[in-house]
Structure formats: structure tokens, C-alpha cells
T-cell receptor, first 109, second 119 residues
Framework: RKEVEQDPGPFNVPEGATVAFNCTYSNSASQSFFWYRQDCRKEPKLLMSVYSSGNEDGRFTAQLNRASQYISLLIRDSKLSDSATYLCVVRSGYSTLTFGKGTMLLVSP | GAGVSQSPSNKVTEKGKDVELRCDPISGHTALYWYRQRLGQGLEFLIYFQGNSAPDKSGLPSDRFSAERTGESVSTLTIQRTQQEDSAVYLC?????????????????FGPGTRLLVL
């Protein structure tokens, strides 16, 4: 089992749609969780950290279920500019982050 | 302020040659990371530097790969005797010292990467 697994994608949605990304991780000792966004041929950038109680930032909501070792990202009212690859990221050790392969989102007019 | 910078932005080399990639972290960021991203794949951790501590080299794929960092500044990643499977984007990231943020939540800021193509 891969350390961090994400929906393979791509997700094609119209503007205004709600889209959800799922991610599972294998290491039950994982301690920190993040969603990063990577635009085509660009570097990844932090979108949001994921806290145990769940957290929201505008149209974006992140959830964590430690018992199921599952993380989700919900995007409401999607915009064309949301088109990117969304990376699920987990910190298990002292220093390293483990990245999922990412799920590509394509928002169309 | 300036972000993480990397050079060169693109590098084409012949199989068997050595290459050196450079990363300039954000000033004041004591942590520095190198990752590799092959086409269509996720990021692979290579090596981590934190201040003057011994680096975490657990991600280096072979002894052809090495990295150095001078104090808390520039880092170089060297790949010796390059192979075609080394072709990838090499990304560098830096972050603030752990004790300045909630543990485990420090943000990593990535540079634009070096696109390496080994022919």
C-alpha cells in the first residue's frame, strides 16, 4: 500500500460545481496533514493545513478522520482559476513530508 | 521579499556526465529540502537540512546523489554519472525553524525547480 493515495483524476467540472478530493494515508503515526496546489509546470504551494477538527478557508474545507486515516478537500463554487493539481501531503517523521501523486482538477466554463 | 530561487531552470546533459543544481533558500529559513518529481508522478523526498544538524539523507536514491549546504544558506545537489532515469524536475523548498511555528505546521516554500533532461 502506498503511503499516501489520492483519487487518480482528472476531475472535469463546470464552473460553480462542488468537488471533493479524497486521500488516504498508511502510517497511523502521521502527525500533520496538508493540501498543496500545483499549477501546470509550476512549483507546489501550500493551500491549507488540515486540523483534527476540520477547517475552512473561504470556499475550501478540509477534513481529517484519524480513525480511518482519511483526509478530504471540498471546493465549493469552483472557479476556472481552481484548475490545478491538488496534492495531499502527510508528515510522519520528524522532517519529511510524503506527497501523494495529486489529483488534477479541470474547471470548464 | 525574495522567494526560493533555483538554478539553472533547465539543464540538458548527456548520460554519464555530472550535474550540479543550486538552491538559494529564503533568508532566515534554516530548514531546506530537496525533492524530485518525475513526469506525471508525485514528489519524492531526497534530503533535508536543518541548521547545523546532520542532514537526513534517507531519500537519496543512490550514491550518485549527494547534497551539501553551507551553514543556513545555499545548497547544491550533485548527481554523478547521470542516467536517463534521473530526468525529472528537482525542487528545493525551505521553511522557518520549527520553534517559530506550531510543531509540524511550518509551511514549506518551494522554488521553481530545475528541469533536468538526461539524453
Amino acid at each position: 500500500r502506498k503511503e499516501v493515495e489520492q483519487d487518480p483524476g482528472p476531475f472535469n467540472v463546470p464552473e460553480g460545481a462542488t468537488v471533493a478530493f479524497n486521500c488516504t494515508y498508511s502510517n497511523s503515526a502521521s502527525q500533520s496533514f496538508f493540501w498543496y496546489r500545483q499549477d501546470c509546470r509550476k512549483e507546489p504551494k501550500l493551500l491549507m493545513s488540515v486540523y483534527s477538527s476540520g477547517n475552512e478557508d473561504g470556499r475550501f474545507t478540509a477534513q481529517l478522520n484519524r480513525a480511518s486515516q482519511y483526509i478530504s478537500l471540498l471546493i465549493r463554487d469552483s472557479k476556472l482559476s481552481d484548475s490545478a493539481t491538488y496534492l495531499c501531503v502527510v508528515r510522519s517523521g520528524y522532517s519529511t513530508l510524503t506527497f501523494g501523486k495529486g489529483t488534477m482538477l479541470l474547471v470548464s466554463p | 521579499g525574495a522567494g526560493v530561487s533555483q538554478s539553472p531552470s533547465n539543464k540538458v546533459t548527456e548520460k554519464g556526465k555530472d550535474v550540479e543544481l543550486r538552491c538559494d533558500p529564503i533568508s532566515g529559513h534554516t530548514a531546506l529540502y530537496w525533492y524530485r518529481q518525475r513526469l506525471g508522478q508525485g514528489l519524492e523526498f531526497l534530503i533535508y537540512f536543518q541548521g547545523n544538524s546532520a542532514p537526513d539523507k534517507s531519500g537519496l536514491p543512490s550514491d550518485r546523489f549527494s547534497a551539501e549546504r553551507t551553514g543556513e544558506s545555499v545548497s547544491t545537489l550533485t548527481i554523478q554519472r547521470t542516467q536517463q532515469e534521473d530526468s525529472a524536475v528537482y525542487l528545493c523548498a525551505s521553511s522557518l525553524p520549527r520553534w517559530t511555528t506550531t510543531w509540524g505546521q511550518e509551511t514549506q516554500y518551494f522554488g521553481p525547480g530545475t528541469r533536468l533532461l538526461v539524453l
